[in-house]
Nanobody, 120 residues
Framework: QVQLVESGGGFVQSGGSLRLSCAASGIYFNAYTMNWYRQAPEKQRELVAGITTDSTTNYIDSVQGRFTISRDNTKNTVYLQMNSLKPEDTAVYYC??????????????WGQGTQVTVSS
């Protein structure tokens, strides 16, 4: 059974920091690209940051320089360090694991989400 369990969300004032964690089980973690998505009220879910199997990272422009994604393959965990948080970062943050199977199709798993609220 595949599980992605997020933690670390909460309430923080503008300018503050939070560190999200996502612990994976039931998958061969090393083979998966890991992503963090977020969804604000009445908005579409968006990809915030991703990290490939060789630790190449990518970010959306709005978090570049403020957020850092990392992974620890020994702990099957991906992290999202969020600094200089802004009210517009308020959203439910979701962990996503994605891999391409032998037929070329993408297989993806999702966590349950963790709420991040940034006050002004």
């Amino acid at each position: 059974q595949v599980q992605l369990v997020e933690s670390g969300g909460g309430f923080v004032q503008s300018g503050g920091s939070l560190r999200l964690s996502c612990a994976a089980s039931g998958i061969y973690f090393n083979a998966y690209t890991m992503n963090w998505y977020r969804q604000a009220p009445e908005k579409q879910r968006e990809l915030v940051a991703g990290i490939t199997t060789d630790s190449t990272t990518n970010y959306i422009d709005s978090v570049q320089g403020r957020f850092t994604i990392s992974r620890d393959n020994t702990k099957n965990t991906v992290y999202l360090q969020m600094n200089s948080l802004k009210p517009e970062d308020t959203a439910v943050y979701y962990c996503n694991a994605r891999v391409r199977d032998y037929s070329g199709h993408y297989v993806a798993y999702w966590g349950q989400g963790t709420q991040v609220t940034v006050s002004s």
